[in-house]
Nanobody, 125 residues
Framework: QVQLAEPGGGLVQAGGSLRLSCAAS????????MGWFRQAPEKEREFVAT???????FYADSVKGRFTISRSNAKNTVYLEMNSRKPEDTAVYYC???????????????????WGQGTQVTVSS
């Protein structure tokens, strides 16, 4: 059974930096693309970033140039470095693992079969 654990999150000031992490177990981590999504109050869950099994990265336009997704296959962990944060980045952030091995990284929620419990990030102005 795949498990994704996301410690971290919290209240931070706008413009600052924060790194989220997500530790995976129950899968051959290096074989799977990983992604980050977020959900603000009363909004649908939206794509933030994804990293393929081979390390290719893709970002939503709203975070491009500010956020960085990375992975450590040695630690079975995916990260999201959040810089120059804005109040509109306030949301619950979820990490996710794709359902199929060796994918290039997807923006579609339906391609991800395993999800973390989510971690709240609040950006104050």
């Amino acid at each position: 059974q795949v498990q994704l654990a996301e410690p971290g999150g919290g209240l931070v000031q706008a413009g600052g930096s924060l790194r989220l992490s997500c530790a995976a177990s129950g899968l051959t981590f290096s074989d799977y693309a990983m992604g980050w999504f977020r959900q603000a109050p009363e909004k649908e869950r939206e794509f933030v970033a994804t990293i393929s099994w081979s390390g290719d990265t893709f970002y939503a336009d709203s975070v491009k140039g500010r956020f960085t997704i990375s992975r450590s296959n040695a630690k079975n962990t995916v990260y999201l470095e959040m810089n120059s944060r804005k109040p509109e980045d306030t949301a619950v952030y979820y990490c996710a693992a794709e359902s199929v091995r060796y994918r290039s990284g997807s923006r579609r929620r339906s391609d991800f079969g395993s999800w973390g419990q989510g971690t709240q990030v609040t950006v104050s102005s």
